[in-house]
């Protein structure tokens, strides 16, 4: 499909993890086997998922100090949840003006959301997730807790890897039925826990659990858990969202022009009372409704590539059509993390804007969002396709995606 190779000699970037292949970071599963026998069905206990070597690779974990520093920020979104006696307490981030309580104190957690957004160390141990697709690929959080901290027993509507970073944490987790909650608490915590089996992580361990799984991690000591999360949007959601895009496409569609006329109205006695012929036309015109995958298709692409709502991207320097084209020729470039990117058999997604290049173009692209970069030699054997090189330096000018920095030597 891909007449021009992404994967170049001076700056190739690592794929997804091969699907026949063992792997370490699944205990020795392939992609392929841990998707059929676990993925959406029962845990899985990993010890020594990263080893010591891969965490100092990747320059994981981040310090305690780095990740409590990251709830101070405006951007970044953060929850610090304690129990005192019995008592829960709930409250969000940003911690820049209302102090943390002190390390010493213990019973407390934060929570810092969307950490890959912010730390190219946190998105590269995302990236080691993307055997699974990018639609269903939400975020990582990271829970800094001291001792005894955590956020009670509760379950998660996705499927989730916690993955000890820092310190040690006890788990306890059941495929209870009961998941009924206790009221009145401003946390969702089960009110019949009832653990079956129960686990201490340390740092390079991990565990995966399905949805509706019950759990409860508890700090042994300081402690960090890299939580790597998945979009399950109900479909609730889904419907909601696509009668609102469904609205938009009618514009053009001829079967909804010109008003509701009754021409043969007859006087009324109950002026009161809807009239049944504007029923039976409003009917009449939605029954006509017709979607096919196609459209649906272009629904999803869209709105699962939209940003949320407090992201914000930062602009690069300004730079000339030419001079960004000469520069991205001889250093590359690379998606920015908070950029989301799809794509299908015809059409592209980015940031919730929709394009449908050529097929060439369209080809290159695929393969950029697979990749999130593109090395110097493959930009420049590329850069003479039609509309490539504005449309990379548009993006570029919305914060979209960087350039890549000279090539190291």
């Known amino acids: 499909m891909n007449e021009v190779p992404l994967y170049a000699a001076d700056g190739g970037v690592q794929p997804a993890l091969p699907a026949e292949r063992p792997a370490q970071l699944l205990g020795g599963l392939s992609p392929r086997d841990f998707m059929r026998t676990h993925w959406q069905k029962k845990p ?23 990740v409590l520093a990251l709830a101070e920020r405006p951007d970044v979104e953060s929850r610090l949840i304690a129990q005192s006696r019995g008592r829960w307490t709930f409250n969000h981030g940003p911690f820049d003006e209302r102090p943390l309580p002190s390390r010493k104190t213990r019973n407390w957690s934060v929570l810092v959301q969307g950490a890959n957004l912010v730390e190219p160390a946190v998105e590269a141990l995302m990236q080691r997730f993307r055997f699974i697709p990018d639609a269903r690929l939400d975020d990582v ?15 998660d509507s996705y499927d989730v890897f916690l993955l000890q970073a820092h310190g040690k944490r006890h788990w306890r987790i059941s495929a209870q039925d009961d998941l009924t909650l206790i009221p009145d608490l401003p946390l969702k915590i089960l009110a019949n826990f009832q653990p079956e089996e129960e686990f201490v992580l340390e740092p390079g361990d991990m565990l995966y659990l399905p949805p509706h799984y019950a759990h409860d ?41 010109g008003r509701y006329a009754d021409p ?38 869209a709105y699962l590539s939209e940003p949320k709502d407090h992201v914000d991207f930062v602009t690069q320097p300004r730079l000339p059509l030419a001079r960004f084209t000469a520069r991205a020729r001889k250093e ?37 969002a697979d990749a999130r970069r593109a090395s110097a030699a493959t930009v420049d054997a590329a850069a003479g396709l039609p509309d490539l090189m504005d449309t990379l330096h548009a993006w570029y000018e919305e914060g979209w995606l960087r350039l890549a920095g000279p090539a190291k030597r």
Request: glycine letters at 10%; charged letters at 20%.
């Open 332 to 368: 590359g470039i690379v998606l920015d993390a908070r950029t989301q990117a799809l794509y299908d058999a015809h059409r592209f997604w980015i940031n919730g804007d929709t394009f449908e290049p050529s097929g060439t173009l369209l080809a290159w692209l695929s393969a950029l």
């Open 44 to 66: 899985l206990l990993i010890r020594q998922a990263l080893s010591p070597e891969e965490m100092r690779a990747l320059h994981f974990p981040l310090s305690p100090e780095r």
């Open 217 to 257: 991690g508890v700090a042994e000591g300081d402690c960090m858990t890299y939580s790597i999360g998945f979009r399950s949007p109900s479909y609730r959601e889904l419907a909601g969202h696509f009668l609102g895009f469904l609205s938009q496409t009618l514009e053009d569609d001829p079967n909804f022009e």
């Open 141 to 155: 959080m990271i829970s800094f807790a001291t001792d005894g901290g955590g956020v009670g027993p509760h379950f």
């Open 264 to 301: 043969e109205q007859k006087p009324t006695a109950r002026p009161g009372e809807l009239p049944a012929a504007m029923v039976k036309a409003l009917a009449q015109k939605l029954n006509a409704l017709r979607w096919t995958p196609e459209l649906v298709g272009e629904f999803l692409g």
